[in-house]
């Protein structure tokens, strides 16, 4: 596969194994998702499960649309129908491919059909799920679509995809943190390349709410929605895209030309998700920001611009897309300034938005969410 095909996919790496063998795969897989890796493992998927073709949809999983695949190698793997299956499918995607795509992992030393004994596997017989997590977050980070975390330059040579380990999971303090100080690096050197980013920021509606009427176990079942809808809506639109405050979500797109109907998607998928089968008279939408960057625009500049089109929908109403203002109305600097100095005034003919927060500097998304 080539880059552009690796970055499309859905998942960094997806787990097959035995029903008996899964107490240790579930560490594994939720110590993978702690690390901000993008796993298929099927209890993280069983809505998606429901209802669909199986022998069809795990084909697609395990040979399409992940970036490697983890067999978790035993006598009851042997036995099994499905494991099977899982391994076929991806047996004929090793096959069809230049590049390394199955990674076997051992309990025991049961022969299995089209794994040759000369190939290089990881004994777990010793090995904790924490441990081999960290082998696996190790091993997918020598590729395409996430180098290793040693490599953390977003100015070193390379696309931006290539260069950096997206953190598109769920942290808000990793995501906020990315998009505060390493997007504009990115985005800036991606401008020298000719690409037209857009930023999009998408709030949850009337979060607190919900936690106050159905449990705070219902709003965090919420957010996990709402980020798997931008995260699956963003595959082969978005390189970045995570959250970053309580009940926020950023990506952003490379052509800006595509980013209102990419915004009018999530917006639908949103609203029509069966916010029922979580909880009886749960409704949910979301309120969406963006901003194209413009060619002579400090970064910072165009990420608040997003985020004050997002708080312009938010007092509009709830479910509204709204693009941000021409400017901010902010200054910013590259360094943070050591203390508070007035805004300078305005020019004249030029539109300000009139609810910039007073007397700050330095671009904060805490600044916009607190």
């Known amino acids: 596969m080539d880059p552009d095909e690796l970055q499309s996919l859905e998942y960094d790496v997806a787990l097959s194994f035995a029903g008996e063998d899964r107490d240790y795969v579930s560490k594994v897989a939720a110590a993978l998702r702690s690390l901000n890796v993008e796993v298929y493992y099927d209890e993280f998927d069983s809505l998606n499960l429901w209802g669909k073709d199986l022998y069809v949809y795990l084909d697609e999983i395990y040979r399409k649309k992940a970036r490697y695949c983890v067999l978790f190698l035993s006598a009851h793997y042997a036995a099994k129908a499905?494991?099977?299956h899982e391994r076929r499918s991806a047996q004929a995607r090793a096959f069809s491919s230049?590049?390394?795509?199955?990674l076997p992992a051992r309990f025991d030393s049961t022969e299995i059909p089209g794994i040759l004994p000369t190939v290089g596997y990881i004994d777990l017989a010793d090995?904790?799920?924490e441990a081999f997590a960290e082998i696996i977050l190790r091993k997918i980070g020598k590729g395409a679509k996430g180098p290793s975390t040693q490599g953390n330059d977003p100015d070193a040579e390379g696309p931006p995809a290539l260069t950096i380990r997206v953190p598109v999971g769920k942290n808000k303090d990793y995501g906020t943190q990315f998009v505060e100080e390493q997007?504009?690096?990115?985005?800036?050197?991606?401008l020298s390349e000719g690409s037209a980013p857009a930023v999009v920021f998408i709030d949850i509606d009337d979060l607190t709410l919900i936690n106050k009427t159905f449990g705070r176990n219902v709003g965090d079942a919420v957010i996990d929605a709402v980020y798997e809808i931008v995260r699956r809506r963003s595959l082969g639109k978005a390189k970045y895209k995570g959250r970053c405050g309580e009940d926020t979500f950023y990506s952003v797109l490379f052509d800006a030309d595509r980013v209102l109907k990419y915004c009018e998607r999530i917006r639908t998928d949103v609203n029509t998700y069966p916010w029922n089968a979580v909880t009886p008279k749960l409704h949910v939408s979301c309120t969406i920001g963006y901003a194209a960057?413009?060619?002579?625009?400090e970064p910072h500049e165009w990420l608040a611009r997003a985020i004050l089109g997002m708080l312009d929908g938010k007092r509009q109403g709830r479910a509204t897309i709204r693009s941000g203002p021409r400017f901010s109305g902010m200054r910013f600097q590259r360094k943070p300034a050591l203390e508070s100095r007035p805004p300078s005034k305005p020019r004249k003919g030029i539109l300000y938005h009139p609810e910039v927060p007073p007397q700050h500097a330095r671009f904060s998304l805490r600044l916009f969410f607190s």
Do not use: G, H
């Open 127 to 129: 090995l904790s799920p």
């Open 98 to 102: 230049n590049q390394e795509y199955i």
């Open 293 to 297: 960057l413009k060619s002579d625009e």
């Open 82 to 84: 499905w494991t099977n």
């Open 183 to 190: 997007l504009p690096r990115i985005v800036k050197r991606a």
